[in-house]
């Protein structure tokens, strides 16, 4: 059994801050990992994926990935209001099959 | 592209009753996923399929629960007789798992979901 482990939060950072969001996970055959964002009332929306250790930039959002200690985190640069969001993370195997996380919820203030 | 259709977006209906879920999957993707989302369990997968044919259904509840897809471009999710604890956001998905034979094709894309309310 695949699991993914998110702290739920909330994650509340003044706007303009980084916001630091982790996953854990404990199947070590994962090879795929993404990050989904889910507005309140909304269906979740691909942020980033990763699958190689290390860090994967794309604008504000940063990627990372660590297999030697199951874990991958997703950095938000110069937080927005507009970021307020849950942040889902998944990842799957060689089925390609996705196990998601329960989202932590971020909430950045003005 | 018009992205994963799902109807209806809102259903509310009595305990006792049918119930049925529609999903368009992206046109060319080969796989379509059915979840639930709850405030206490998250996100559940349902079931999945995979051209056409579903690949593993452990993630149904229970024989009240019912999930095809005829064809590449539309899938059903029906329960029957639903209860209250039935009560979720439904979501659909769509992959274009493997076809373009690199990284990236097992993103899932969704619908905008189905709010199913049963009194």
């Known amino acids: 059994q695949k699991e993914v482990e998110q702290n739920s939060g909330p994650l509340s950072v003044p706007e303009g801050a980084i916001a630091s969001l982790n996953c854990t996970y404990s199947?070590?055959?994962?090879?795929?990992f993404f990050w989904y964002r889910q507005y309140s009332g909304k269906s979740p929306e691909l942020i980033m994926f990763?699958?190689?250790?290390g860090d994967k930039e794309d604008g504000r959002f940063t990627a990372q990935l660590n297999k030697a200690s199951q874990y991958v985190s997703l950095l938000i640069r110069d937080s927005q209001p507009s970021d307020s969001a849950t942040y889902l993370c998944?990842?799957?195997?060689?089925?390609?099959?996705?196990?998601f996380g329960r989202g932590t919820s971020l909430i950045v203030h003005p | 592209d018009a992205g994963v259709i799902q109807s209806p977006r809102h259903e509310v209906t009595e305990m006792g009753q049918e119930v049925t879920l529609r999903c368009k999957p992206i046109?060319?993707?080969?796989?379509l996923f059915w979840y639930r989302q709850t405030m206490m369990r998250g996100l559940e997968l349902l079931i999945y399929?995979?051209?056409?044919?579903?690949?593993?259904d452990s993630g149904m509840p229970e024989d009240r629960f019912s999930a095809k897809m005829p064809n590449a471009s539309f899938s059903t999710l029906k329960i029957q007789p639903s209860e209250p604890r039935d009560s979720a956001v439904y979501f659909c998905?769509?992959?274009?798992?493997?076809?373009?034979?690199?990284?990236?094709?097992?993103?899932?894309?969704f619908g905008p979901g189905t709010r199913l309310t049963v009194l």
């Open positions: 199947d070590r055959g994962s090879q795929s």
């Open positions: 998944a990842l799957s195997g060689g089925s390609y099959i996705p196990t």
């Open positions: 990763i699958y190689s250790n």
């Open positions: 998905a769509s992959s274009p798992w493997g076809l373009a034979g690199g990284r990236g094709t097992d993103t899932q894309y």
């Open positions: 399929f995979n051209n056409n044919v579903p690949i593993d």
């Open positions: 046109s060319g993707h080969n796989s």
